[in-house]
């Protein structure tokens, strides 16, 4: 490979060696304009890790309020109580949107919402307890470490106490939601009532430890800096080092219709690649990288299988968060999408459950 900037020679010597990659050298990847040569060492990385598979999941997702205390800048999704259109699923409700689909093969229950002050702690043990009842050989996947904070000084549990009571309820895993961007400077501009990156990074090592994986994410694409992105890799890899809790990265495009930031313009194809690519190459433990479709179309997530993702997530039944900022991605794909997605990418479509084992 002839790189048309020749500073990526050196990120080449280090991808070819295994050798891990610096503050500087993600810096470049994100610097450079040469958008193939960086696309070919993440391709690299992933042939080495996956060869031509790229995943998938049978997956639906149970947004199960959008009423929200936190009301962060960049959210098109959550509203006050008083607000048209709010609302928050009983028992009742959830058992209904579980039932509806219940021929089908959901093997992954996607579930979190916003922070509802109506929803007292039984309520998320009741919730856990009535999709284990109804769906028992799905994984749940639910509660990003922001709800986990909000349900431990709800309750007056410790953090451990509430994952623990989590777990016995029937919580198997968690998505890495709720970090944002990990920079104290970014949270006090977009969403100051959440917790601060140390916090949900203690709270993530808090889930590892008790024996849940997880995954992580980034939202890209507002008011962060490359610094900013790059020191949120280190930041991450650091954790898994410790851990090995990780199962995927998954790099989240902002979309900004109907927030309060929406004079924001979209991230672009160049900019989504280059996050796939940064991901596969600085997040050197994380095994998996998903090119999330909803957020960056489909036909995007193809090609993103050759900048270093080799997972799409999901069939996403009934995503609601995204939808609601303007995302013009289909709002649910059959498992024959899903599949001819992949094939025409080149690649072989492999189904897995939420922690890669294949099925």
Not at 19 to 28: A, F, H, K, Q
């Amino acid at each position: 490979m002839k790189f048309k900037d020749q500073r990526l020679e050196s990120l080449y010597d280090k991808v070819d060696k295994g050798t891990r990659l610096s503050m500087e050298d993600g810096l470049l990847l994100f610097a450079t304009n040469d958008l193939h040569g960086v696309g070919f060492l993440a391709d690299t990385v992933r042939q080495r890790l996956h060869g031509r598979k790229a995943y998938y999941v049978y997956n639906q997702h149970l947004n199960y309020t959008n009423i929200c205390k936190n009301r962060c800048l960049f959210c098109a999704y959550a509203v006050d109580k008083e607000d048209a259109g709010a609302y928050s699923w009983n028992m009742d409700d959830i058992e209904k949107r579980l039932l509806e689909r219940i021929n089908e093969p959901v093997n992954e229950l996607h579930i979190v919402g916003g922070l509802n002050p109506d929803n007292d702690f039984f309520y998320f043990t009741d919730m856990l307890k009535k999709v284990k009842e109804i769906r028992p050989g799905a994984k749940v996947k639910a509660f990003t470490c922001v709800e986990i904070d909000y349900l431990s000084r709800l309750s007056g549990l410790s953090v451990a106490d509430t994952i623990a009571r989590l777990r016995d309820a029937g919580l198997d895993m968690m998505p890495g939601g709720g970090a944002e961007v990990l920079s104290d400077r970014v949270r006090r501009s977009l969403f100051p009532k959440k917790m601060g990156a140390r916090r949900w990074l203690s709270i993530m090592e808090e889930v590892h430890r008790a024996g849940i994986k997880s995954n992580a994410t980034m939202l890209y694409g507002h008011i962060e800096t490359m610094e900013e992105r790059v020191a949120h890799f280190m930041a991450l890899r650091e954790l898994q080092d410790r851990t090995g809790g990780f199962c995927a990265f998954i790099p989240l495009a902002f979309h900004s219709k109907n927030t309060r930031l929406s004079h924001i313009p979209p991230t672009n194809a160049v900019d989504d690649l280059k996050m796939v690519a940064a991901s596969r190459l600085m997040l050197d433990n994380f095994h998996h990288i998903k090119a999330y479709w909803v957020m960056i179309g489909e036909g995007l997530a193809q090609t993103a299988l050759c900048y270093g993702a080799d997972d799409l997530d999901g069939t996403i039944i009934e995503e609601r968060i995204t939808h609601t900022a303007g995302a013009t991605s289909a709002k649910g794909l059959t498992i024959g999408e899903m599949e001819e997605m992949i094939k025409g990418a080149g690649f072989t479509p492999v189904e897995r459950d939420s922690f890669y084992n294949i099925l």
